[in-house]
């Protein structure tokens, strides 16, 4: 079983930064595939950024040039920094991780339903 903690949310200007940490525990020594991902009100879940155990980093399109996705597998701690925030960004931010790399094409491969673990999830407020 891994238990997924998130920290560094909260309320930022647009324009300004925050960086996202999770760090994933009970796991055994195999690297983990670990995303973030993120839902608004209203809206459904979407992949921001995933960086698989093979290898494989995704950022979503809207975001690239602003998010930096970051994974130091010695800790198991994945990393958010986001640069340049947007209002659109306002949205609580999950953690998510796999002991695998499920992806099967490119449209899969910021699909939540490829990781079984979830953290609780950190807000992220962007104000204009």
């Known amino acids: 079983q891994v238990h997924l903690v998130e920290s560094g949310g909260g309320s930022a200007q647009a324009g300004g930064s925050l960086r996202l940490s999770c760090t994933a525990s009970?796991?055994?020594?195999?690297?983990?595939?670990m995303g973030w991902f993120r839902q608004a009100p209203g809206e459904e879940r979407e992949g921001v950024a995933v960086?698989?155990?093979?290898?494989?980093?995704v950022v979503l399109d809207s975001v690239k040039g602003r998010f930096v996705v970051s994974k130091d597998n010695a800790k198991n701690t994945l990393y958010l920094q986001m640069n340049s925030l947007q209002p659109e960004d306002t949205a609580m931010y999950y953690c998510?991780?796999?002991?695998?790399?499920?992806?099967?094409?490119?449209?899969?491969?910021?699909?939540?339903?490829?990781?079984?673990?979830w953290g609780q999830g950190t807000q992220v407020t962007v104000s204009s």
């Open positions: 009970g796991a055994s020594d195999s690297k983990l595939s």
């Open positions: 960086i698989y155990n093979d290898g494989l980093q």
């Open positions: 998510a991780a796999d002991p695998q790399s499920r992806w099967y094409d490119s449209t899969s491969y910021l699909s939540s339903q490829l990781f079984d673990y």
